[in-house]
Nanobody, 114 residues
Framework: QAHIVESGGGLVQPGGSLRLSCAVS????????MEWYRQAPGKERELVAT????????NYADSVKGRFTIYRDNTKNTVYLEMNSVKPEDTAVYYCYRPTGAYWGQGTQVTVSP
């Protein structure tokens, strides 16, 4: 049974930093792309970042490029999202996703506010 569990969300001030973690168990991790999505209130869920199995290739939404970094540790079956210089518009529930098989986590709330 797949378990995808995000953590690390919370309240952060504009300009601050936060690191999200996504721990995966019950399914094969290291051979597949992993992705982070987010969904703000009243908006559709949007793709934030993607990473290939070896971590050598990453892609980002234009809105977070240069501020967010996705990386993974295949020895720990964990993917991370480092968020720097956060803005109020980054406020959303952040979800971890394995596209192959369409496995979602439950999400973690990030709120950017003074």
């Amino acid at each position: 049974q797949a378990h995808i569990v995000e953590s690390g969300g919370g309240l952060v001030q504009p300009g601050g930093s936060l690191r999200l973690s996504c721990a995966v168990s019950g399914i094969y991790f290291s051979g597949f792309n992993m992705e982070w999505y987010r969904q703000a209130p009243g908006k559709e869920r949007e793709l934030v970042a993607t990473i290939t199995p070896g971590g050598d290739t990453t892609n980002y939404a234009d809105s977070v490029k240069g501020r967010f970094t996705i990386y993974r540790d295949n020895t720990k079956n964990t993917v991370y999202l480092e968020m720097n210089s956060v803005k109020p518009e980054d406020t959303a529930v952040y979800y971890c996703y394995r596209p192959t098989g369409a496995y979602w986590g439950q999400g973690t709330q990030v709120t950017v506010s003074p």
